[in-house]
């Protein structure tokens, strides 16, 4: 391999997604001191030069690396744990780190209602509290009411749905976005909070048929000023889509390692579920593949695993 | 502690369907017989029962019994025979269909059942009726009562009895801040009732009591007609102590005080095969006469032998 060639290959290496382990054995492993060197000095990004005349790694990028480095690991841990064990520890993370509320609002609402119980189980079991008293805790702000009824619902999952309800909400939920200027107010609205947190999703999807024959638009996209009931209703109602769209978010350049995060989250709690639904979705939308996407971002063990997860045609 | 009397040789279920449909047939219902089949067999029993009288009769055995029996007799007949999930689910979708501001069945059932009977509730209510629970109590509800009874229905508390005795402290003082506020629907407040543990609430309060000097019931009774700060005191009672909570239930219903008249019944269905022998011990306690006194005297007909059986009177 050229020279060039090489350096290119080492950088990538350690860039993006998890780290190209066979290239750094192979190529990296076999480089001499004055090779090394060549490297220190020409990639600006991991090394800085130090005022007492030596190239020094980057801190932020050894950090960084650590993650990348971890990433397989989390993502084969994940992936075998027990699916509510994994609900269960995600939610809790999602509490303490951050709070991290668009990972609460997807767990809680892209689960079946059995699914969901099962992560409550295992909360129990893991952590001896509720997760609904953590979230009510640890959650402040007009979206508290909002997350704990979702974590705690338990929706009727049978195919009954009655249209004149469906259609008279949607029709409620007309007047009362337009109503909200700006949608600031519409999260402590508790008609619009009850109907999102209670219905089934089969009716809250004839909700969203009749608000689109009413009005003329998406429910999700009226709802752009309100993030979380946004996200309620994208994950109830077009979780795919949803997913898609976070996927493609979480693998632009130099995002951070928390949203970096939701590629290993949705790719390992999806692939038994509906991951051929998400190729769909993102390669209609951003016109490439999900595959050939994962390719070009991520690296070696990490990527391969991905890769395996995402051809397993669910 | 159950009251159900269940005889030691109890007969085949082939036999107890026989029987059970002899009652229905001819002139008239033989009230006697059902009592002492039904009024003598546990869930599994009954729901052997149901299972066999519908394979060899092709009915349902509530149709039958709801086409033969009346009234309290009716009623009291058919929440017994249902299994206690059913049950349940029966009982809160009653309850949001003429809920108002004075029903406490919602809050009762949420608070007195295990967390897993809750959940049960809640499946069984998702099979018969096609919606979930929490839907029809958030549809049927509003304000403050809304704002407590949805939360309450929905939660799935941890049942261990690990407690935190920093956060009960911490917890108390919050409690009391609001109360002393008046702010009883205030968020915190719901927040903690609905959602920790009933080990943790029950250590909130005693170092509520420790702390204030008050039951925290007691400082909830500063308007005796303000229908939500009653539901506030029944949510505690229930969480905590619900035997003293279905005493005051059934005295009030015995002594026609109050709004809940079909307490008695629903009490005594409910409770029979769980806690019906220390809600016993209270009623004895508080009133200085035993409870079946107390329903043999307020009570007549069939409707009074069935009471009678379910809480365990030997028959005379």
């Known amino acids: 391999m050229a020279a060039s060639d090489e350096l290119g290959a080492i950088t990538k290496a350690f860039s993006g997604f998890g780290v190209d382990e066979k290239s750094l054995i192979s190529i ?6 004055e090779q090394r060197q060549t490297f220190r000095k020409g990639t600006r990004d991991f090394f800085i030069q130090d005022e007492r005349k030596f190239e020094r790694w980057d801190d932020r990028h050894v950090i960084q690396l650590q993650h990348e480095f971890l990433r397989f690991k989390h993502a084969i841990v994940l992936w075998t744990m027990h699916q509510w064990e994994r609900d269960a520890r995600l939610l809790k993370e999602a509490l303490y780190k951050g709070p991290q509320h668009n990972v609460l609002i997807e767990v809680a609402c892209t689960r079946s209602s059995e699914e969901l119980l099962g992560a409550r189980r295992a909360y129990h079991s893991l952590f001896d509290h509720s997760v609904e008293e953590d979230v009510a805790f640890g959650i402040h702000g007009p979206e508290r009411k909002l997350l704990v009824a979702l974590v705690s619902s338990y929706r009727y999952e049978g195919p009954k749905v009655n249209e004149e309800t469906a259609k008279s909400e949607a029709k409620f939920l007309s007047g009362a976005i337009k109503g909200a200027a700006g949608n600031k107010n519409l999260i402590e609205n508790d008609e619009v909070v009850r109907i999102l947190v209670t219905r089934s999703k ?28 946004q996200e309620t209703v994208q994950c109830l109602c077009k979780p795919q889509a949803y997913f898609s769209k976070v996927l493609d978010a979480s693998m632009r350049p130099n995002v951070d390692e928390i949203k970096k995060e939701a590629v290993t989250r949705i790719i390992v709690t999806r692939a038994d579920v509906d991951m051929k639904q998400i190729k769909e979705e993102y390669n209609h939308k951003y016109g490439v593949s999900l595959p050939n996407k994962i390719e070009d971002v991520a690296n070696g063990n990490y990527r391969d695993f991905l890769l395996t997860l995402v051809a397993r045609g669910y | 502690m159950s009251t159900l009397c269940v005889p030691a040789h109890v007969p085949s279920v082939a036999e107890d369907c026989e029987q059970l449909h002899k009652a229905f047939t001819g002139w008239g219902t033989n009230e006697g017989l059902i009592i002492s089949i039904l009024g003598h067999r546990n869930a599994a029993q009954r729901k052997l029962i149901r299972q066999v009288y519908a394979e060899t009769y092709g009915e349902d055995l509530l149709k039958a019994l709801d086409k033969e029996l009346t009234n309290d007799f009716e009623r009291i007949v058919l929440l017994w025979t249902l299994d206690p999930s059913e049950r349940d689910a029966y009982l809160t979708n009653e309850a949001t269909k003429r809920w108002t501001s004075s029903n406490k069945v919602l809050m009762e059932i949420a608070c007195t059942r295990s967390p897993k009977e809750l959940l049960l509730a809640r499946e069984a209510y998702h099979a018969r009726f096609k919606r979930s629970l929490e839907e029809d109590v958030a549809y049927h509800t509003h304000g403050d009562f809304r704002k407590l009874l949805v939360p309450l229905v929905s939660s799935y508390r941890y049942g261990g009895d690990d407690v935190n005795l920093t956060l009960a402290k911490s917890e108390a003082k919050l409690l009391h801040e609001k109360i002393s506020k008046k702010a009883y629907n205030d968020d915190d407040l719901i927040r903690i009732l609905a959602t920790r543990s009933k080990a943790q ?3 909130t309060l005693n170092q509520y009591k420790n702390e204030f000097g008050n039951d925290i019931n007691k400082n909830l009774k500063a308007d005796p007609k303000d229908e939500f700060l009653a539901i506030l005191r029944g949510t505690i009672k229930c969480l905590v102590c619900p035997e003293k909570y279905f005493e005051k239930a059934i005295r009030l219903a015995i002594n026609r005080q109050g709004t809940d008249e079909g307490a008695l019944t629903r009490v005594v269905a409910t409770q029979a095969e769980v806690d019906m022998k220390i809600i016993k011990d209270e009623y004895q306690k508080r009133n200085s006469v035993p409870l079946d006194r107390a329903i043999a005297k307020d009570t007549t007909g069939d409707y009074e032998k069935m009471l009678l059986a379910l809480i365990g009177q030997e028959e005379a």
């Open chain 1, 28 to 33: 990296l492993g076999k480089w001499h001191p």
């Open chain 1, 202 to 229: 089969l009716h809250l999807i004839s909700v969203y048929k009749h608000y689109k024959e009413i009005s003329g638009n998406n429910l999700d996209e009226d709802l752009e000023g309100d993030l979380y009931l």
């Open chain 2, 201 to 203: 609430i029950n250590a």
